[in-house]
Nanobody, 123 residues
Framework: QVQLVESGGGLVEAGGSLTLSCAAS????????MGWYRQAPGKQRELVAN???????SYADFVKDRFTISRDNAKNTVYLQMNSLKPDDTAVYSC?????????????????WGPGTQVTVSS
């Protein structure tokens, strides 16, 4: 069973920065797309950013030019550098990964989620 463990959340003042990390462990064949989602109290979970194994990235409009996603394929780890944080960024941030298993000519994909890490931005 693949497991995702996030770290790096915490309390920060508005305008500050935080870096989240998420490491995948377990019997890994290949980790493809990895990403970060967030859920604020009373709101639905929303995509923050994701990154393919090849390094292509996409961001939600509300974090463009403030957040940067990156990954280390050798470590099966994804990072989220968050700058210019706002109180509206307060949420539980969860890591997501697609684990792909190739058997001959077929690829089987499985979704995994981390437990989440709290990010609180004070005004």
């Amino acid at each position: 069973q693949v497991q995702l463990v996030e770290s790096g959340g915490g309390l920060v003042e508005a305008g500050g920065s935080l870096t989240l990390s998420c490491a995948a462990s377990g019997p890994i064949f290949r980790i493809d797309t990895m990403g970060w989602y967030r859920q604020a109290p009373g709101k639905q979970r929303e995509l923050v950013a994701n990154i393919t194994r090849g390094g292509s990235t996409s961001y939600a409009d509300f974090v463009k030019d403030r957040f940067t996603i990156s990954r280390d394929n050798a470590k099966n780890t994804v990072y989220l550098q968050m700058n210019s944080l706002k109180p509206d960024d307060t949420a539980v941030y969860s890591c997501h990964a697609v684990h792909s298993i190739v058997v001959v000519t077929r690829t089987y994909e499985y979704d995994y989620w981390g437990p989440g890490t709290q990010v609180t931005v004070s005004s």
